[in-house]
């Protein structure tokens, strides 16, 4: 089943899509391991790293987050997005030089932290879903209580 195919059943009407992402393995070749790694294979790691990243995706509706992963096995994953506490971004140096970054969501209900790793424009897709929590917060009247 497809990634698609799953998201249409779970969307409703008045729920509005924002964006979806993947990861990316557009990193790999500056990595002298991943390099070896791939020779050594006949390229097959790189096919299985491509799958590993990619299947997991994560879709930002105006209401939820929601992550499809697994490459076999299918887990779907909500947070609704006024329960998300925070988000942040951390690239390393190669990272930083293809455009590449994972993002941390923090939120209070079971699912926790969540890591979104090695996406495309990280900040970009960093904004946006804060934009998007702020926006659902503010809609259900939610405030989040900092603790010291």
């Not at 930083?96 to 970009?124: Q, W």
Request: glycine share 6%; hydrophobic share 40%; with cysteine.
């Amino acid at each position: 089943m497809r990634n698609e195919d799953i998201l249409s059943g779970m969307l409703s009407n008045e729920e509005g899509f924002l964006w979806q992402v993947t990861g990316s393995i557009a990193d790999w070749k500056y990595n002298p391991l991943f390099l070896l790694l791939t020779v050594l294979t006949f390229g097959l790691f790189l096919i299985g790293l491509h799958y590993y990243r990619t299947y997991n995706y994560y879709v930002l509706t105006t209401t939820r987050l929601i992550i499809i992963s697994g490459i076999l096995g299918r887990k779907v994953d909500e947070i609704e997005l006024f329960r998300v506490i925070d988000s942040s971004v951390n690239q390393s140096f190669v990272d930083r030089c293809v455009h590449l970054g994972d993002i941390n969501v923090i939120s209070t209900d079971k699912t926790g932290a969540v890591v979104m790793r090695k996406i495309e424009d990280p900040y970009r897709v960093r904004d946006a879903l804060r934009a998007a929590y702020r926006e659902a917060r503010s809609q259900r009247g939610t405030v989040v209580l900092e603790q010291s």
